[in-house]
């Protein structure tokens, strides 16, 4: 385990369902990140969280709004999604800038929106 | 932005035979070019790292090269075992408006290591 959680591991929604996804990191870092992972494509940045400020938004649909109360939880509310919006979303933590570079892999929700 | 081009995008190779995975990348300003594994089910997980003060990076059978000037990186592994397949990827990163890394990833490579 990486020592970061996500749940639920598989939602299947509809395209007016309100879900949202969230993951916990126990590792003490500052940084939280979420990326998209479809089929034949690279890791897509969604956004990015540094110390609970959101630091980056990779122009992403308003239909994603992301939440981190804390450096230790980060949420994706889900709303009004499309059938491409299926994908398998991961949540990745770092520690800030100077302190460590490496980035740290949650197991992902695999999203199906039907 | 910054572009992250890997090849090949599938590889089989036998077992105890290397395998060798390349990257290319655009954005001079990148200095930190991590490798990722995933299995089936699984998010990716770090395996190794190299920073651009660095050519050569050694790790048991795996290892990194780092070539700034040509601006391409390569996975090395070595004597291959059915558990080293997986889905490999690179990444390319660069320090982002707040501090934080942000990671570009080529589209990964597909291996399998044949008993």
């Known amino acids: 385990e990486t020592g970061v959680t996500q749940t639920p591991r598989h939602l299947v929604m509809g395209m007016t369902n309100k879900k949202s996804l969230k993951c916990e990191q126990h590792l003490g870092h500052n940084a939280m990140y979420w990326y998209k992972q479809s089929a034949k494509k690279p890791l897509e940045l969604m956004f990015v969280?540094?110390?609970?400020?959101?630091?980056e938004n990779n122009s992403v649909p308003s239909r994603f709004s992301p939440e981190c109360p804390n450096s230790s939880h980060l949420f994706l509310h889900l709303h009004t999604l499309q059938p491409e919006d299926s994908a398998l979303y991961l949540c990745?933590?770092?520690?800030?800038?100077?302190?460590?570079?490496?980035?740290?892999f949650g197991p992902g929700t695999r999203l199906t929106v039907t | 932005g910054e572009n992250v081009e890997q090849h090949p995008s599938t590889l089989s190779v036998q077992e105890g035979d290397s395998a060798v995975i390349k990257c290319t990348y655009s954005?001079?300003?990148?200095?930190?070019f991590p490798w990722y594994k995933q299995e089936l089910g699984k998010g990716p997980q770090l395996i190794i790292d190299?920073?651009?003060?660095?050519g050569e990076k050694k790790d048991q059978r795996i290892a990194v090269t780092l070539n700034k000037t040509a601006k391409h990186f390569s996975l090395h592994i070595t004597e291959t075992q059915p558990e080293d397949s997986a889905v490999y990827f690179c990444?390319?990163?660069?320090?982002?408006?707040?501090?934080?890394?942000?990671?570009?990833f080529g589209s990964g490579t597909q291996l399998t290591v044949l008993p």
């Open positions: 190299i920073r651009s003060n660095v």
């Open positions: 969280y540094n110390f609970k400020e959101q630091t």
């Open positions: 990444a390319a990163s660069r320090v982002g408006a707040g501090s934080a890394r942000q990671l570009t």
């Open positions: 954005d001079s300003a990148s200095n930190y």
């Open positions: 990745a933590s770092s520690q800030d800038e100077g302190q460590g570079y490496e980035q740290y």
